[in-house]
């Protein structure tokens, strides 16, 4: 099955895309043909200067693969690197009524947010629509505020099809339902937005600084401590398997230890699970030729199969 996404990257991952995003994304590897992009066309719509989108997809280029997506069988690109999205994405346009794109709720909202409405913005959907539907994708692993975005594909897919005959594939959007919400330092949902990430490649000094600023009930040394709504633990068993969940609990119970204890611990676990990621980042950070040659090879291959379907789609409406 061919399953393809899309990745903003807009600055530091913290552990809420990790287990919320990467991580069940990053699993698809191991029994789909999986192809991933960073979407730097699309970054563009709320890009503030030209250093941070080029740092930013360095970042997520970096990110991804020292956190296990592996080149040797998922293909990853830079979106920008297989430009006939763009000659697809006008061919689109015509196939995609207003109406459907006035009734994109993320548009909505993001101009709601102060970004300012550009036809970039507007059309955002449909240059997804060619991301995905030029590689004859099948499944595309969303979170729950794209849906609308590839049902609109669909849409634009079909009304092509009923025109001009069997040429795109329609997908399906998978999303990860069972993927709980993940609680930031002050309890709520953890976001970049809301300043109460933990995020993930940070130093130690500051990763400890962060765990100890997690809002937790005062209950005095010596008591039995909660465990059922504590944010700290709620972050821990993240990490741990049942057994040690279990033990974790018997600790918060046997009331020996302290919140601060805790805290410690949580930094701990946080630290040694991406301990490996860590030491990938930082080698491939320091080896970005390595990366590029990646990207490259990525970017070839989605390319091939990108350019084949263009000609096969100027060729069925009549572009010589
Ligand atoms: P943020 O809220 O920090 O801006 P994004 O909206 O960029 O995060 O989210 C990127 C991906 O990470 C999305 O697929 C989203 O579902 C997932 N994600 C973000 N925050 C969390 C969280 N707290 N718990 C679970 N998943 C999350
Ligand atoms: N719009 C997606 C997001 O904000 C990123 C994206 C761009 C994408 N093109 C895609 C995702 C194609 C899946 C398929 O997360």
Partial sequence: MRVLTGI?????????????????????????????????????????????????????????????????????WIQSHVPEVLELYWILSKFTPMGLLERAHSYKDKVAKGIPASHALFSYPVLMAADILILDTQKVPVGKDQIQHVEMTRDIATKFNNEYG???????????ED???????????????????????????????????????????GEPLEYENDNIFALASLF??????LELQARYQSGQEGYGHFKKYLKELIWEEFAKAREKRAYYLDHMDEVNDILEQGAKKARAIAKAKLETVKDAIGLI
């Fill in 8 to 76: 903003q990257a807009s600055g530091k991952l913290h552990i809420g895309n990790y287990f919320g995003a990467m991580k069940p994304m990053i699993e698809l590897q191991e029994e789909h043909e999986l192809f991933t992009f960073i979407a730097n066309y699309h970054s563009l719509t709320t890009s503030k200067d030209a250093a941070t989108l080029k740092q930013y997809t360095i970042d997520a280029a970096a990110d991804y693969l020292s956190l296990g997506l592996d080149p040797e069988k998922t293909t990853f």
């Fill in 166 to 176: 069997e040429i795109f594939v329609l997908p399906e959007h998978m999303v990860q």
């Fill in 179 to 221: 993927v709980a919400t993940i609680p930031g330092i002050d309890g709520q949902k953890m976001s970049k937005s809301y300043d109460n990430a933990i995020d993930i490649f940070m130093d130690e000094k500051a990763l400890q600084k962060k765990c100890n600023k997690i809002i937790s009930s005062s209950t005095p040394l």
């Fill in 240 to 245: 741990l398997d049942k057994r040690e969940t």
